[in-house]
């Protein structure tokens, strides 16, 4: 892989997997990976490898190929969509708390079953978790968050990255907010699936109308992450002129002045600057951060 292509690539905030299996002219099946990603420049997507899937077709085995895939490429962390064309299997080697469940559930049937090879603590917890996971309202909260986290996750990371501006952090907020947000239509799925690994809830859940009991516990959970996001996050608005002074962006500012950092200060401490000459001076020192990076360009 190019030099420049694995720059573009630790520089993209996100970045989409596709994976694309076909079979080639001496029957051996192929799986192309493909990333898809944004840059200063627009859209790109970029083919990076073959792998020969022969005999490794199994979700597991594509799914493990991926996983090691976005590792090496340092996009674990930055990963918010998957396609797959020809290999539909693959995705659920992937995605969904059911496998892992079913995985677990095959390990500490298996210490329970065998319980002469374990010792009496490890049985005692394995049997607990089996309840546990044959119980509605865990696999229901399992799901529920599971699908949370999932995007709490990217901007965790994205927030603990020093090298993103304030402005672009705080879209991803919204944008984290407008997530969880639509996770209130998920609300039927994750019911309907829970009750199908499970069965009913029972016990005193059980009497009344479960469904909008669960729904209104659903609810509630969203509108509590919700809340404390946007009371972490509501002042943080006020300092996106931070961002006239990142060193990273000062090239992109010479084209394009960041209008609305600069207002963000005239609205927060303007009496304190004479803003014309303010303005004049961020301006000449991108022109010269620009400058000098065409220099650089030039001589490599």
Do not use: W
Request: hydrophobic share 40%.
């Amino acid at each position: 892989m190019g030099e420049t292509i694995k720059e573009e690539i630790s520089k993209a905030p996100f970045v989409a997997l596709m994976l694309d299996e076909t079979t080639d002219v001496s029957n051996a099946a192929q799986l192309s990976f493909v990333l898809r990603f944004v840059t200063d420049s627009g859209v790109k997507e970029r083919f990076i490898k073959f792998e020969d899937v022969t005999g490794k077709k199994r979700a597991e085995d594509v799914a493990a190929m991926a996983l090691g895939f976005l590792e090496e490429h340092g996009c674990m962390g930055k990963l918010v969509a998957q396609c797959y064309d020809g290999a539909a299997v693959m995705a659920s080697g992937l995605n969904g708390v059911q496998a892992k469940k079913d995985a677990l559930k095959d390990l500490f049937d298996y210490i329970v079953e065998h319980h002469e090879e374990f010792d009496d603590a490890a049985i005692l917890s394995a049997d607990g978790y089996l309840s546990n996971l044959g119980n509605f309202e865990f696999g229901f909260f399992l799901s529920t968050f599971n699908e949370i986290f999932a995007h709490a996750d990217v901007l965790f990371d994205i927030l603990q990255n020093k090298s993103f501006d304030m402005q672009f952090c705080l879209t991803r907020v919204e944008e984290f907010c407008m997530c969880i947000e639509g996770q209130r239509d998920r609300f039927d799925q994750i019911y309907d699936e829970t009750v199908q690994d499970t069965g009913l809830p029972t016990g005193r859940r059980a009497h009344g109308d479960s469904r909008s009991h669960y729904k209104k516990l659903h609810n509630g959970i969203l509108e509590n992450i919700l809340n404390q996001v946007q009371n972490r996050f509501k002042d943080h608005e006020k300092l996106s002129f931070l961002s006239l002074l990142d060193p990273q962006q000062f090239t992109s500012f010479n084209s394009n002045f960041p209008e609305t950092a600069f207002a963000s200060l005239t609205e927060s401490y303007g009496p304190h600057f004479d803003l014309s000459r303010l303005k004049t001076e961020l301006s000449v020192m991108y022109a010269r951060a620009f400058k000098t990076a065409a220099m650089k360009s030039v001589t490599k």
